[in-house]
């Protein structure tokens, strides 16, 4: 028993059909490359700020540590200050 062959219309639509699929892919490809692209850009521009508040926060905590050494400083200097006039009172009252 010989089989018959699809009408040649049929395979004409089916080709069509194929070629239409193929073109939503590459559109989806298309706009799936786009998205990595315009993503590669906004992540740039993060770090790029985020490089910036980094800057920024080394510049702050730098100067505080200035100002935690020098309120150190000058309370050293206080406390060494006031244990020489304790001693000096203590000697000169003569314990």
Same mark, same amino acid.
């Given at each position: 028993?010989?089989?018959?062959? @699809? @009408?040649? /219309?049929? =395979? #004409?639509?089916? %080709? #069509?059909?194929? /070629?239409?699929? %193929?073109?939503?892919?590459?559109?989806? =490809?298309?706009?799936?490359?786009?998205?990595? +692209?315009?993503?590669?850009?906004? +992540?740039?521009?993060? &770090? /790029?700020?985020?490089?910036?508040?980094?800057?920024?926060?080394?510049?702050?905590? #730098? !100067?505080?540590?200035?100002?935690? =050494?020098?309120?150190?400083?000058?309370?050293?200097?206080?406390?060494?200050?006031? #244990?020489?006039? &304790?001693?000096? !009172? =203590?000697?000169?009252?003569? &314990?």
């Amino acid at each position: 028993m010989q089989t018959m062959a @699809p @009408p040649e /219309d049929a =395979l #004409a639509e089916r %080709f #069509a059909r194929l /070629d239409e699929r %193929f073109d939503r892919v590459d559109e989806r =490809l298309i706009d799936v490359d786009r998205r990595i +692209t315009e993503g590669g850009e906004q +992540t740039s521009h993060r &770090f /790029d700020r985020v490089e910036g508040d980094i800057k920024e926060l080394k510049k702050s905590v #730098a !100067a505080v540590h200035t100002s935690v =050494l020098s309120l150190h400083t000058t309370l050293m200097r206080t406390g060494v200050g006031l #244990a020489i006039v &304790f001693a000096s !009172a =203590l000697l000169v009252k003569g &314990f």
